[in-house]
């Protein structure tokens, strides 16, 4: 008697999936519509825009400095960079000297966001793998950069902390005190992740086989960040195109080998190090003087003229085109999204997965919804 | 490289393009002839040249000051201001600025590996905005030109999925276009 498989005549259809657009993994609202064979994914759709809320077409009507509010909206978790890049593109127009100090104290700021905002990936992203320990002791650290951030600016995620010619306010050596303390302890810790998270075993078997995306691949879909680095293409805005005396400052670029979401993980992981590093020496080296140039306008309207900026954000090359014809608004302002430009990646990269792995390589992407849709 | 040396090598390897009259600062700032020029320019730029990483498209609609009615309420209230006083003035044209009914794009190309960055500008009719698309070139593009199409109203000849990507279904027009008039939906107050 030969036997016939139970499963013979049967007819299998594909399923379609809705990933949010209120899901806990997808830390935003971002809706992605999975079509899926059994456990392996045909077809994936990003649908993103629910948060847009048209800030180029707002700043079109506000004053340079009201514009330095709109960009805290965009990536809320580390809002220093986007103050920095629109700061940086509006006094190329404006023909502003930055003082020394002021632009020590941007980069320590940014720096010390970048840690707080790879912490808040560090944790999720454990979460987002089943893995709840490692979220609490980071957001026990991130509540301290974020309390430094409430000392200095009185805001602890929308900061509008660097203003067009400088700073808000100077740091009192109270503040530096604290700092020094925040980053003595924090230096230890790094290691306690790794032991955490990092080279665990159950973490590194999801997810260093998955999500890999070849540096030609990256680099052809604009990938930027940590993204980009994690396959090993050297691609730092802070090296490439220094700003605000990066130049000056002894740090490295992690890189990844293989792309893998593993790779992604450890790049930001291994920044965090070389953040430490960089708040070190401009604490060590914080230049005295003023910490805003003098002759900043009040109604600024610089002549006509284009600008562009861009800085290493937390999450990639943060970029700012604006014009102006004179007037005390922009005539347009551009943002290049580096969360925007590295989500495009997902409607390739999800195809032939399965849905288990779906979150793996979301997180690992590290996406701020509020700078995908703006 | 310097500008200059850059300057030099585009001009010899590309007649399509050409210095551009109004620069980004800081940057090499170039200007195509023709939009058909664009798909051989951007090909050369990437495969001989090393420009392979697409950074930016964007554009800028030259028609004038934008008009308040595309705000859904009081676009640039002053809170501080007393009672009965003028508020403050929308944006007005600038006496001496070319004011003029085009689409001007930008394309920002990057060599990563020699740290150079190019930037191509085109104008383009405002009453027939087309452009190639350069998805074939960059997948980078695809995103980033949906967004102009959504919010300029620009398209892009050759895009494969050229739909509506930030703004909600029900939007009327593209926001960005400084003629856009605001068109009441089911979210707006009264």
């Known amino acids: 008697m030969t036997r016939t498989s139970p499963l013979a005549g049967v007819k299998t259809d594909t399923l379609f999936v809705n990933l949010g657009p209120q899901h806990p993994s997808t830390h935003g609202v971002l809706r992605v519509g999975l079509t899926i ?37 965009w990536d809320y978790v580390s809002a220093m960079p986007n103050n920095l890049v629109f700061c940086l593109a509006a006094e190329k127009l404006m023909g502003l000297k930055i003082p020394p100090r002021a632009k020590a104290l941007r980069v320590l700021m940014c720096e010390l966001n970048r840690i707080a905002s790879h912490l808040l990936f560090f944790g999720t992203y454990g979460i987002d793998l089943g893995a709840f320990t490692p979220f609490l002791y980071a957001f026990r650290e991130r509540e301290m950069v974020l309390d430094l951030f409430e000392m200095c600016c009185g805001a602890r995620l929308t900061y509008n902390y ?85 130049e000056q400052y002894d740090f490295e670029v992690p890189l990844g080998k293989s792309g893998s979401c593993w790779d992604r993980y450890f790049c930001r992981v291994s920044e965090m190090r070389q953040s430490v590093r960089l708040c070190e020496q401009v604490l060590a080296t914080l230049p005295p003087g003023e910490f805003m140039a003098m002759g900043v306008a009040k109604v600024p309207k610089p002549a006509a003229g284009e600008a562009y900026a861009h800085v290493e954000g937390a999450r990639g090359d943060l970029g700012i085109y604006l014009v102006s014809d004179g007037q005390a608004s922009p005539y347009r302002m551009h943002v290049r999204a580096p969360s925007f430009i590295n989500l495009a990646i997902l409607q390739e990269m999800l195809v032939g997965n399965k849905v288990s792995d779906v979150i793996a390589i979301l997180g690992s992407i590290d996406i701020v919804l509020g700078e995908v849709d703006r | ?26 940057y090499v700032t170039m200007r195509l002839k023709s939009a058909s020029d664009l798909p051989v320019v951007a090909e050369i730029l990437k495969n001989e040249l090393g420009f392979d990483y697409f950074e930016i498209v964007s554009a800028t609609d030259w028609l004038g ?75 980078a593009a695809d995103w980033q030109e949906r967004e102009v199409f959504d919010l300029m109203g620009i398209r892009f000849a050759g895009h494969p999925n050229l739909i509506k990507i930030l703004t909600p279904d029900f939007t009327v027009g593209h926001p960005l276009r400084k003629d856009y008039v605001h068109v009441k939906d089911k979210y707006d107050e009264d």
């Open chain 2, 1 to 26: 490289m310097t500008q200059e040396e850059l300057l030099s090598r585009l001009s010899a390897q590309l007649p399509q393009l050409e210095k551009s009259a109004v620069g980004v600062k800081d």
């Open chain 2, 65 to 139: 000051p934008v008009k308040p009615e595309g705000y859904i309420r009081n676009p640039n209230p002053n809170v501080f201001l007393p009672e009965g006083a003028t508020p403050q003035n929308m944006p007005g044209a600038t006496p001496g600025v070319h004011y003029r009914p085009v689409f001007e794009l930008l394309w920002v190309l990057a060599n990563i590996k020699e740290k150079i960055r190019v930037f191509l500008r085109l104008e383009i009719p405002r009453d027939n905005a087309e452009a190639p698309s350069l998805t074939g070139l960059f997948k």
């Open chain 1, 37 to 73: 064979d059994g456990e392996v994914i045909t077809k994936a759709v990003p649908d993103i825009g629910y948060l847009h809320r048209g800030t180029s077409k707002l700043a079109e009507v506000r004053g340079y400095h009201h514009c330095v509010v709109l960009t805290d909206r």
């Open chain 1, 162 to 246: 660097i203003r067009l010619g400088g700073v808000m306010v100077d740091v009192g050596d109270n503040w530096i005190a604290k700092t020094k303390e925040f980053i003595e302890y924090f230096k230890p810790r790094l290691d306690e992740y790794d032991t955490l998270l990092t080279y665990n075993p159950i973490f590194m078997v999801r997810t260093r086989e998955v999500g890999k995306i070849a540096a030609e691949v990256a680099v052809n879909w604009g990938l930027s960040g940590p993204n980009l680095r994690g396959s090993g293409v050297n691609y730092d805005v802070r090296k490439a195109d220094p700003y605000c005396g990066y």
